[in-house]
């Protein structure tokens, strides 16, 4: 039943005003009793204010079949744009169960890369009714777009742009901006597209360049001709890092031929952005990309099992190094207690460099000009550090175990586990990357593997030489 309204005002208050009490868990449960009761005005009385980031921030909260009941009761009122503020998962979870006439009146309303989003996500029997049931202009445009490869610049552009000829002046393309009307131009632009009659980029003219100049002033003569712009099948990434690079807000998009098609703003590579590095973090700690708390948990243990398979047989190969000096073990205990503080140290000091290393490679700050002088420089790093480690250790142990024998040894094994782990925590990710791999995926276990080798093999082997000629 849903809570007493007098209950939830400031709760529901402190959501549109993006309080701390938006997540409340008494302003949910009141929604979704609306829903449960169909009560469709009180449902538009609690989010009809809503921005759609916090109303996608609520659709995760809901539960499945509340979801697309909301966006029924809300009807024409529903903004389709908070369907982009929610995760992959959740959205698909959405549309399945929405109706295709609702999904057709959604997609009207929405700026050509949103519904590139939404559309992409549908089963091609839907995408095609949706698309059939659009104005022809809208439907060949979007159609396009999807026709881009996945992730590309051409899926996420907006194909809404302001372009105008040469030959026009400063104070023809403002009028031309007042007589178009606010519903007739794109509801963000940062700049006025300069094309030839074949609409190939010639350059750009921005607002305030647009707004100083004299109202007499050719486009040609005020606009950048070295504009930087993306191919439509470049990846989305590699626009990012454009963007990144060289602090842009927005790009121009064009096809093979140079005709503009559309335009990239930075609202859209935020989103890139904030995607790679989630997959990057994910990945790193052997979580698949795609998974999302509202996951289906057999699906979620199932995508972690292959990971952790991998971890398992390489523990294998680790405590076959270690059953290769089962004697030395049995005649020494202190080795057994030493030897996990020598991997341990190892692998902590190979995940930083693997951390910088997959972190480089991914924002292409690492590459072949570079990568021996980084080499190089991680190797010294993890000496210093060996060597620091090494000294620390040594004492403590010669100290805790009463053997001035254990010192040197453990200082040895330290040192060249360290180098080691620095070693491999750049080699691998390098390897992974020249062989088209994903190092964020594909480096852990075996950084792992080598650290937990050299650690424990150096160790027991420093050692048997060291007491053995002792």
Not at 119 to 145: C, F, H, N, T, Y
Not at 221 to 243: H, S
Not at 259 to 287: N, P
Not at 354 to 371: D, G, I, K, P, Q
Request: with cysteine; charged share 25%; proline share 4%.
């Amino acid at each position: 039943m849903p809570l007493d309204h007098e209950d939830t005002a400031t709760p529901a208050e402190d959501f549109r005003d993006g309080g701390e009490a938006s997540l409340s868990r008494e302003f949910v449960l009141d929604v979704e009793g609306a829903i449960a009761l169909g009560d469709a005005e009180r449902v538009h009385e609690l989010v009809g204010d809503l921005h759609e980031a916090d109303l996608g921030a609520l659709l995760e909260l809901l539960s499945h079949e509340a979801r697309p009941r909301l966006v029924e009761l809300m009807g024409a009122d529903f903004d389709f744009t908070a369907l982009m503020e929610v995760g992959e998962a959740t959205r698909e979870d959405i549309l399945e169960e929405l109706p295709v006439e609702t999904l057709i009146e959604g997609v009207r309303e929405l700026e050509s890369d949103d519904a590139v989003a939404i559309l992409e996500g549908l089963e091609p029997k839907e995408q095609a009714e949706v698309l059939d049931a659009l104005p022809a202009q809208e439907r060949i445009v979007l159609r396009r777009s999807l026709d881009y490869p996945e992730d590309s610049a051409g899926r996420l552009m907006q194909t809404t742009f302001v372009a105008a000829p040469p030959f026009w002046t400063a104070g023809r393309v403002l009028d031309f901006f007042r007589e178009c009307g606010e519903e007739n131009l794109p509801e963000n632009f940062f700049e006025v597209f300069v094309v030839d009659p074949g609409y190939h980029l010639l350059g750009t003219v921005f607002l305030d360049a647009l707004v100083r100049a004299r109202s007499s002033v050719r486009l040609d003569e005020i606009m950048q001709e070295d504009r930087r712009r993306v191919k439509a099948t470049e990846d989305g990434a590699e626009a990012a890092r454009l963007f990144e690079r060289y602090n842009l807000v927005s790009v121009p998009v064009v096809d093979e031929s140079e005709r503009l098609v559309g335009v990239l703003t930075i609202d859209d590579i935020v989103d890139v952005l904030q995607e790679q590095a989630s997959d990057e973090i994910l990945a790193l700690g052997g979580v698949n990309p795609e998974e999302e708390l509202t996951d289906n948990f057999w699906w979620i243990a199932r995508s972690r099992f292959t990971w952790l398979s991998v971890n398992m047989l390489t523990a294998f190969i680790t405590s076959s190094v270690l059953k290769h000096f089962q004697l030395q073990l049995e005649q020494m205990v202190a080795l057994a207690v030493l030897g996990p503080i020598v991997a341990g140290q190892g692998g902590n000091s190979a995940t930083q460099t693997m951390t910088v290393a997959v972190r480089a490679l991914a924002t292409r700050e690492l590459t072949r000009a570079n990568a021996v002088r980084i080499i190089f420089r991680e190797l010294a790093i993890g000496a210093v550090n060996g060597a620091a480690f090494g000294l620390v250790t040594g004492i403590v142990a010669a100290n805790w175990f009463h053997n001035v024998g254990l010192g040197p040894v453990i200082a040895l094994a330290m040192f060249t586990n360290l180098v080691a782990g620095a070693l491999g925590g750049i080699v691998v990710p390098l390897a992974f990357d020249k062989l088209k791999f994903d190092p964020a995926v594909a480096s852990g276990p075996f950084v792992t593997t080598i650290t937990d080798v050299v650690g424990y093999g150096a160790f027991l082997t420093i050692a048997s030489l060291w007491f053995h000629l002792g």
